[in-house]
């Protein structure tokens, strides 16, 4: 399984970005997927999740109603977009997938569950 994330950049503060993670290997529609982030010196934190349909979402209170997140099981991939941004958001962004297929409830999947990674895009929110 790959993961290719792109479009990370540097935005200004209140800004927006889209972020876009390529799946190929498995069966993506079968599977939920989820963006994480790392800022420097912090561990990686979960920020959003969308269940293997599309029809279920989770996020972060941190980014609740600045951030979507949504998929396109037709290209494999899976989006983030990212508006009203601010100098906290700073971070690497990785995409990740879920090891157990058909989940609907993606609100709290273990950590342990999110097996496959990208290799991260980062993000650089300037103040």
């Known amino acids: 399984v790959q993961l290719q994330a792109s479009g990370g950049g540097l935005v200004q503060t209140g800004g927006s970005l889209s972020l876009s993670c390529a799946a190929s290997g498995r069966t993506f529609s079968n599977y939920a997927m989820a963006w994480f982030r790392q800022a420097p010196g912090k561990e990686r934190e979960f920020v959003a999740a969308?269940?293997?349909?599309?029809?279920?979402?989770y996020y972060a209170d941190s980014v609740k109603a600045r951030f979507t997140i949504s998929r396109d099981n037709a290209k494999n991939t899976v989006y983030l977009q990212m508006n009203s941004l601010k100098p906290e958001d700073t971070a690497v962004y990785y995409c990740a997938g879920d090891n157990s297929p058909y989940s609907n409830v993606v609100e709290n999947i273990p950590k342990g569950r999110w097996s496959y990674w990208g290799q991260g895009t980062l993000v650089t929110v300037s103040s």
């Open positions: 969308v269940s293997w349909s599309g029809r279920s979402t």
